[in-house]
């Protein structure tokens, strides 16, 4: 996005370059955790379903054939919850890194539209003004 410069001075610049720098690096750490954690995923699902094969295959009659089948489905639903949760955990630990910074990009915000107050109307952010009754 372009903003002018008189709209942007080149201290906030700075600091809203630094703040997506530092949102992208915590989403793409995100995305590389989470396809990293697909990946093995993958890769235990089709080894245990090799495994799981030879298993059937060597079974002598329709009872252990029925044993091994339903041992191995028994167990599928326990590792997909935890594959979801452990998903889920890194997507919440990327949503409080992504909170981290922008509070911390809101202070120094804050911080330095004080510093550059010379005298003018002082200048607050519109979620820190108190809400006032319509009389």
């Keep these: 996005m372009y903003y002018h410069p008189l709209i942007l001075p080149t ?7 630094k703040t997506c720098r530092a949102l992208s690096d915590v989403w793409f750490d995100s995305v590389e955790r989470h396809r ?3 990946s093995d995923a993958a890769r235990t699902f089709c080894s245990a379903q090799v495994e799981n094969a030879g298993k059937l295959a060597q079974a002598e009659d329709g009872t252990q054939f029925a044993i091994r089948l339903f041992a191995y489905i028994a167990v ?3 590792r997909l919850a935890a594959l979801v949760a452990e ?3 890194i997507a919440i630990d990327a949503h ?6 922008l509070d911390s990009d809101s202070e120094a915000s ?5 510093v550059q107050d010379d005298g003018r ?3 607050t952010r519109a979620s820190s ?3 006032q009754m319509m009389a």
């Design 11 to 17: 201290a906030a610049t700075e600091r809203a370059l």
């Design 36 to 38: 990293a954690v697909q």
């Design 76 to 78: 599928e639903p326990f």
């Design 87 to 89: 998903l889920g955990e």
């Design 96 to 101: 409080r890194q992504a909170l981290m910074v």
């Design 110 to 114: 804050a911080i330095t539209q004080d």
């Design 121 to 123: 109307e002082s200048r």
């Design 129 to 131: 003004r108190p809400l």
